[in-house]
């Protein structure tokens, strides 16, 4: 059955001029933001709390969303087990249809979810096209509205969001420091705005985690005399990040092991002389190749980004680890000499393929006997 209140129209405004109506859904309200796609079949509980898609009007492709509800959070020392933050993190939500779906653990539909959240939808589109658009054109700044909005207020508030221009970190950064004790040795994640599906498997691996907010320098960071240091995923522009990418930079004079993923990626890269580029339209779903350069292996994992190392500027010092085959876009970095290693695809795996969470193991051997 699917939720639509024909009394409740609903749209979707992109900035080269295209108007695309519907039914709007979940909060009462209107947002900006950028508008992309992810092709991910599942996981839209995951998907809708990952703090990378701060700032973005999310169309997801797959024609049914919504079929088996969003179920409570589950708590487990302080790391959420099915969500990837504490809220919905996306500005809007689009769908060909929402559904009022249901599980055994489902407390509310999709539409009540985001209606909690203050976040709009929109439904009874045609997906379809809008992705054939942003492919085609490129990622877009939109406004979706889930209530009458007027052509003056989708310009005014189009005028005023500058996506590129935007330090989303300030919004999904802890703001002060979180303890998460353990076994095993002090792993500091930098936190610009981590997945719990990352924090859960460095915990697995027995570390005692300490995230700290992004805008921590070295001396704070290295205050808690850490094993290791994982800079995290987030989101928006990593060019405006001066400041995290002084700190990566001072930090490896202490040659601890450090991770980078995604946005961690990104800011190693920058900080040790290569260049990171805005992608047409970014990697955003559950099912990219990567392949190991090491092996020769191949692997499916789990991707949302927007920004990209390409080949012709990576850094000096560094290997290529990982690339996409598709695309040839760099995917992963090992430093020649220095204990760092990256990934930009999210090696957690949630949602999407376990294919590569081996990755946090060959973290902790990087601690525990210095093989990389």
């Known amino acids: ?10 749209l979707l405004y992109l900035e080269d001029g295209t108007l695309i109506e519907g039914c709007g859904f979940g909060a009462e309200t209107s947002a900006a933001g950028e508008v992309v796609f992810t092709t991910a079949m599942n996981g839209y509980p995951e998907s809708l709390t990952d703090p990378s898609y701060k700032g973005q009007i999310l169309v997801i492709t ?13 708590i487990e020392q302080g790391i959420i087990r099915n969500f990837e933050s504490e809220s919905i993190q996306v500005n809007g939500l689009v769908v060909a249809e929402d559904t009022e779906g249901g599980k055994w653990n489902a407390e509310v539909t999709l539409h009540e979810w985001l209606r909690r959240n203050g976040v709009p939808g929109l439904s009874g589109v045609d997906t379809r096209m809008i992705v054939k ?10 406004l979706i509205s889930s209530i009458e909005t007027s052509m003056d207020e989708i310009r005014t508030s189009m005028n005023k969001f500058k996506y590129e ?3 989303f970190t300030q919004f999904t950064s802890v703001k002060n420091v979180v303890f998460h004790p353990n076994s095993g040795p002090t792993v500091v994640v930098v936190d610009c705005g981590i997945k719990h ?3 859960e498997q460095l915990y697995f691996k027995g570390f005692t985690l300490v995230r700290v907010p992004c805008n921590f320098g070295p001396n704070r960071i290295m205050d808690y005399s850490p094993a290791g240091i994982v800079i995290s995923n987030g989101p928006g522009n990593p060019n405006l990040l001066q400041d995290n990418i002084r700190t990566f930079r001072e930090l490896t004079y202490y040659k601890i092991p450090i991770l980078g993923i995604c946005l961690g990626h990104q800011i190693a890269s920058i900080a040790m002389g290569g260049n990171i580029t805005k992608m047409k339209f970014g990697h955003r779903g559950i099912n990219k190749p990567v392949v190991d350069l090491r092996t020769g292996k191949c692997y499916i994992t789990t991707h949302n980004h927007g920004y990209a190392l390409l080949k012709s500027d990576v850094p000096r010092d560094f290997d ?12 992963g970095l090992v430093h020649k000499r220095l204990p760092i290693i990256t990934t930009q695809f999210h090696p957690e795996a949630r949602p999407g393929p ?18 990389y």
């Open 1 to 10: 059955m699917s939720w639509c209140n024909s009394n409740r129209r609903g």
């Open 165 to 167: 221009e935007i330090n």
């Open 354 to 371: 376990n294919d590569i969470v081996w990755v946090f193991e060959k973290f902790k051997r990087m601690i525990s006997d210095g093989k």
């Open 133 to 142: 658009k942003i492919r085609e054109g490129g990622t877009m700044a939109g």
């Open 320 to 331: 290529i680890w990982f690339y996409d085959p598709d695309d040839q876009i760099v995917e």
């Open 197 to 199: 599906g990352i924090l």
């Open 62 to 74: 797959h024609p049914l969303v919504g079929n088996y509800g969003v179920p409570k959070p589950r």
